[in-house]
């Protein structure tokens, strides 16, 4: 094993898998470094899963070879599994334990005593807000709850090495705040996590390092502010008011820069990358001014990874709407905003 496998906590060269005629993975480098969060990201079918797998030794790889904590994971299975806690994508709770039974039995597995045991499931409860239903059967929670024991599992033994799949999907906005806190609290800690997600918001607050895969292929990698920097420039947001006037916008629009505004064709919004920032902007509300079309609202903002994964792969990740956090113009009719 050379020096550089060694330092890094998960490393993953080449990796490649196919289920009968599906490719699932076609290549995948990674690596993290120790202390460090790397997210994966990218849509459904991406490969996101088969990546955990393989990483956690629950399925070899075709070909490529992967260590995690310096421990190959074809040859040392056993090494790999003693230094990583895993929590799937579906919650792999025993329903017929209640919540404290199941983390009190995760931590004997690991060999702790009865007292630690018992300390060690106490704390997590608490930690991931589930003290309240810790004694009755986990089978009686909700999925939010469920999702939450089994992140709590992974954690018992305190493996250097956390992997975790969708670790937020189907939470409320509070466990998943609370969801990333304790991970946050795990690498400040020193621990390395790898997390995958759908949730570029997820991705920008946590993680160091990103890699976006798309078809099984690693189709960018960088931290999110090296993402963002690679669309370049800034979004200008901007809804004209009367859906006669789109075209006549659009080709004003077109002038800022080098791709062709988008529209949304259900609110009326389009969004156009523009190098030029505030001079672009007043350039063009100045021209559509001229035309006399009515500007109901427009916003400037640094680029999202919304904007970052439109531009990689041709889709937008999730349908929300374009960020408009920095309105700096309220031009036209007095219900000008959102
Ligand atoms: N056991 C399997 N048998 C057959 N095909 C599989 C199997 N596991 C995964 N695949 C296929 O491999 C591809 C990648 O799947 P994977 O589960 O890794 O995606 P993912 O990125 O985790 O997606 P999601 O966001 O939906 O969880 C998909 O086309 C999937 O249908
Ligand atoms: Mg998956």
């Not at 997210?39 to 992967?66: H, I």
């Not at 929670?141 to 033994?157: N, Q």
Request: charged share 25%; net charge negative; no cysteine.
């Amino acid at each position: 094993m050379t020096e550089r496998q060694n330092r890094a906590a998960i490393r993953a060269e080449g990796l490649t898998k196919s289920f009968g005629g599906t490719q699932a993975l076609a290549g995948v480098d990674l690596e993290a470094a120790p202390g460090t969060v790397l997210a994966v990201l990218g849509p459904n079918g991406a490969g996101k899963t088969t990546t955990v797998r393989v990483l956690s030794t629950l399925l070899r790889p075709d070909g490529g070879q992967a260590w995690v904590a310096g421990h190959d994971v074809r040859e040392d299975p056993e090494s790999v599994r003693r230094n990583l806690g895993l929590s799937g994508q579906y919650a792999a709770v025993d329903e017929k334990l209640t919540g404290r039974e199941n983390l009190y039995l995760v931590a004997r597995l690991y060999g702790m005593g009865r007292h630690a045991a018992r300390r060690r499931a106490g704390l997590l409860l608490e930690s991931f807000r589930l003290e309240d239903a810790a004694d009755r059967p986990s089978g009686t929670y909700s999925g939010g709850m469920r999702r939450r024991l089994d992140l709590a599992g992974a954690l018992v033994a305190r493996p250097p090495v956390v992997v975790l799949d969708e670790p937020t999907t189907g939470l409320d906005p509070r466990s998943r705040a609370d969801t990333w806190a304790s991970i946050q609290e795990l690498v400040d800690g020193g621990t390395t996590v790898l997390l995958t997600t759908q949730y570029l918001e997820e991705a920008d607050q946590l993680a160091d390092t990103i890699v976006v895969i798309e078809h099984g292929s690693v189709v960018a990698r960088g931290s999110a502010s090296e993402l963002k920097g690679r669309v370049g420039g800034e979004r200008l947001t901007l809804t004209v008011a009367e859906p006669r006037a789109r075209a006549a916008a659009a080709e004003i629009l077109d002038a800022l820069g080098p791709h062709a505004p988008v529209l949304d064709s259900r609110t009326g919004r389009f969004t156009v990358a523009t190098e030029q920032g505030a001079r672009g902007l007043e350039h063009a509300l100045s021209r559509l001014r001229l035309a006399d079309i009515a500007v109901r609202d427009v916003a400037l903002a640094p680029p999202t990874l919304d904007d970052v994964f439109l531009a990689l792969t041709g889709q937008p990740q999730t349908s929300r709407e374009p960020a408009t956090t920095e309105v700096i113009v309220g031009a036209g009719a007095p219900e000008a905003g959102r």
